[in-house]
């Protein structure tokens, strides 16, 4: 049973430039949330989606945007990339209903702004 | 803004000690959970402690969650290399905000 599938696993952007991450939850899993992971630091929470809407988000501009999908996979897109955006960006998904339980996390897609 | 302070930041400790990893914070969680992270990964979840007081083990690790929901522990018996990596606690704050929110971690060394 694949756990949460990440790609690419790593990407090399120029700033002002528009990125976009991918990210397939585990099977069974309905909700997504993006984490931000700078070198050092625990994640920070950027947005979560559940049936297609953005049900939350955390202190990030709008420069950061995200999409799921019926089959439950998700996009997170950045716009407009600062140097300050480079980071590891973590998917993570959670069963139904379980979401303060506990997530599976993916193994991140390395960002790096120059 | 609600913060989880994790301590030590950093433990290097010979193989077979014990140690412990303290997350502790002002505000109340409906629940703690512990995560472990290896360089290049993403963090791998370990347990949840939901009911102030309770006590969960995973082999040679126990977890703790305080009596009041602020506060939780992992402590390590008999360390071994194996256990070496980057332990984070993260909190959920009711269960209408699924807004984590995380410790800065522990890197954890155990020296064979």
């Known amino acids: 049973d694949a756990g949460v599938t990440q790609s690419p696993t790593h990407l090399i952007k120029t700033r002002g430039q528009q990125v976009t991450l991918r990210c397939s939850p585990k099977?069974?899993?309905?909700?997504v949330s993006w984490y931000q992971q700078a070198l050092g630091q625990g994640p920070q929470f950027i947005f979560q989606y559940y049936e297609e809407e953005e049900r939350q988000r955390g202190n990030f501009p709008d420069r950061f945007s995200g999409h799921q999908f019926p089959n439950y996979s998700s996009e997170l897109n950045v716009n407009a990339l600062l140097l300050g955006d480079s980071a590891l960006y973590l998917c993570?998904?959670?069963?139904?209903?379980?979401?303060?339980?506990?997530?599976?996390f993916g193994s991140g897609t390395r960002l790096t702004v120059v | 803004t609600q913060l989880l302070e994790q301590s030590p930041q950093f433990l290097s400790i010979q193989e077979g000690e014990n140690l412990t990893v303290y997350c502790n914070s002002s505000s109340v969680f409906s629940s703690l959970q512990w995560y472990r992270q290896e360089p290049g990964e993403g963090p791998v979840l370990l347990v949840t402690?939901?009911?102030g007081g309770e006590v969960k083990k995973l082999k040679r690790l126990t977890f703790q969650f305080g009596d009041a929901r602020k506060d939780s522990s992992l402590h390590i018996t008999a360390a071994q290399p194996g256990d070496t990596g980057l332990y984070l606690c993260?909190?959920?704050?009711?269960?209408?905000?699924?807004?984590?929110?995380w410790g800065a971690g522990t890197k954890l060394i155990i020296k064979p």
């Open positions: 993570a998904s959670s069963l139904p209903g379980r979401t303060n339980y506990g997530y599976t």
């Open positions: 993260a909190g959920a704050q009711t269960d209408s905000n699924y807004q984590l929110i």
């Open positions: 402690v939901v009911t």
């Open positions: 099977s069974g899993h309905d909700t």
